[in-house]
C-alpha cells in the first residue's frame, strides 16, 4: 500500500512566523502535490514536482514556497504565514500516469493566530 | 477552462436509502480523466474511481455505481442502500492528461442516519 505522511496533525503558529509542512511517501513517486483545503473552494493545488528539485506552481502559489531535496519528502514552506494561510493542507504523490492516481496524506491542519 | 461542480453541498439520508451525488464538468482538453475521492472524518482522501474520457461505461462496485454521461458533461455517483460507514465528504475531480493537475469539486458531505 501507498503511504504518505504528513509531519503533524495539527500545527498553531503565529503570525509572520516561518512554517515547514513536510510530506513524505514511500512509494518512490515521481510526482508530489501540495494542496489546500477551505470550505466551499474544495481541494486548490498550490505547488507540485515532477522530479528532485523539480517545481511547478498550481493555481494558488502566492505566500508559498517549496522544497524537493530527496525523491521521497516535498516540503511546503510559509516564509511569513498570514492568518489567511489558516486552512488544511494536504499532500499527494503520484507514480505514473493515468495508471496511477494521485494518493493523500492525512493532513495538516495549520491556524494561524 | 477546466471546472467540476458539485452543485449539492450537503445531503442527508436514512441509512438503507439509495443517494446519488451530482457532479459536472467542463474541459477543452478531448482527453481527460474523471475521479471520485472520498473523505472520511479522519481526513485522508481515499481514491474510489477513475474513468477517462474516452470510456463512457458504467461502472458497479459492490454498493457503488457511476454513471458517466459525456453528452451531458456529468459523472454521477451512486451509492445504494446507504450505511452510516458512508458518511463523508466526497469530492469528484477532473485531470487534464498529464495528471499533473487536478481540478477538485467542492465537495458533496453525505451524512447517513442510523
Known amino acids: 500500500d501507498v503511504k504518505v505522511t504528513q509531519s503533524s496533525r495539527y500545527l498553531v503558529k503565529r503570525t509572520g512566523e516561518k512554517v515547514f509542512l513536510e510530506c513524505v511517501q514511500d512509494m518512490d513517486h515521481e510526482n508530489m502535490f501540495w494542496y489546500r483545503q477551505d470550505p466551499g473552494l474544495g481541494l486548490r493545488l498550490i505547488y507540485f514536482s515532477y522530479d528532485v528539485k523539480m517545481k511547478e506552481k498550481g493555481d494558488i502559489p502566492e505566500g508559498y514556497s517549496v522544497s524537493r531535496e530527496k525523491k521521497e519528502r516535498f516540503s511546503l514552506i510559509l516564509e511569513s504565514a498570514s492568518t489567511n494561510q489558516t486552512s488544511m493542507y494536504l499532500c499527494?504523490?503520484?507514480?505514473?500516469?493515468?495508471?496511477?492516481?494521485?494518493?493523500f496524506g492525512p493532513g495538516t491542519r495549520l491556524t494561524v493566530l | 477552462a477546466q471546472k467540476v461542480t458539485q452543485a449539492q453541498t450537503e445531503i442527508s439520508v436514512v441509512e438503507k436509502e439509495d443517494v446519488t451525488l451530482d457532479c459536472v464538468y467542463e474541459?477543452?482538453?478531448?482527453?481527460?480523466?474523471l475521479f471520485w475521492y472520498k473523505q472520511p472524518p479522519s481526513g485522508e482522501l481515499v481514491f474510489l474511481i477513475r474513468r477517462n474520457s474516452f470510456d463512457e461505461q458504467n461502472e458497479i462496485s459492490g454498493r457503488y455505481s457511476w454513471n458517466f454521461q459525456k453528452s451531458t458533461s456529468s459523472f454521477n455517483f451512486t451509492i445504494t442502500a446507504s450505511q452510516v460507514v458512508d458518511s463523508a465528504v466526497y469530492f469528484c475531480?477532473?485531470?487534464?492528461?498529464?495528471?499533473?493537475?487536478?481540478?477538485f469539486g467542492t465537495g458533496t458531505s453525505l451524512t447517513v442516519i442510523p
Open positions: 474541459t477543452r482538453d478531448t482527453t481527460y480523466y
Open positions: 499527494a504523490s503520484r507514480g505514473s500516469f493515468p495508471t496511477d492516481t494521485q494518493y
Open positions: 475531480a477532473l485531470s487534464e492528461p498529464t495528471g499533473n493537475q487536478f481540478y
